[in-house]
């Protein structure tokens, strides 16, 4: 399994930009997160994973990667609609993920390409899509390309975090931006952080 790779030079970074997030670290330790290196195969991950807990994903994720063999776009074209729904899909996901096949099949996902890009320009590539807005290119930001400075301000987990690690109330866009700055330009391991931060009970 590969996972986002982070050590202590970004975790040393955090802990002298927020005392407080420096004790979640040392408390929490190293954060293992999975990432899906095929961009194809990320975005699909990412589509299927919308409005669903994380256990009912794995489960629909594990029928797909059985269903397409080998899982390109091609494949998933082959077997259109009929055979996505029969993983658990939607009509409407298994419509969002035969378009997301037809552009990588047109280039629009090409993976050179989309790595050459900076953050913004790859988010807009992606919104292009249909069902696929600013958070799940984001997601795809962090688990499939890897990039070390994301923090979305649209995820819930993530705005959470946040507000038990500062103890605010509410998180407004203008504080989630100092944070933004504080945490740059290793936003995304604070992420993992503020997300482990959210799930504590």
């Not at 190293?30 to 807990?53: K, M």
């Amino acid at each position: 399994m590969a996972c986002f790779a982070y050590g202590e030079k970004e975790t040393d970074y955090l802990r002298r930009a927020d005392p407080a997030l420096g004790a979640a670290i040392d408390r929490l330790g190293h954060i293992n997160r999975e990432v899906i290196d095929d961009l194809f195969q990320a975005l699909v991950n990412s589509i299927a994973g919308q409005q669903i807990s994380g256990k009912a994903l794995v489960t629909i994720w594990a029928r797909i990667c059985a269903a397409f063999e080998p899982f390109t776009p091609e494949t998933v074209l082959r077997g259109g609609e009929q055979r996505l729904r029969a993983c658990g899909l939607s009509g409407r996901k298994a419509g969002y993920i035969l378009s997301a096949a037809t552009a990588a099949q047109e280039g629009v996902l090409d993976p050179q390409a989309i790595a050459a890009m900076e953050d913004e320009a790859i988010i807009e590539r992606l919104t292009v899509l249909p069902g696929v807005g600013r958070w799940t290119a984001q997601m795809l930001l962090i688990f499939s390309l890897r990039r070390p400075d994301v923090m979305a301000f649209d995820d819930l987990g993530i705005r959470r975090g946040l507000c038990r690690l500062c103890g605010a109330a509410e998180m407004t866009r203008e504080l989630f931006a100092q944070y933004r700055a504080r945490f740059s330009p290793y936003g995304t391991v604070a992420s993992l952080y503020l997300w482990a931060l959210a799930a504590e009970k």
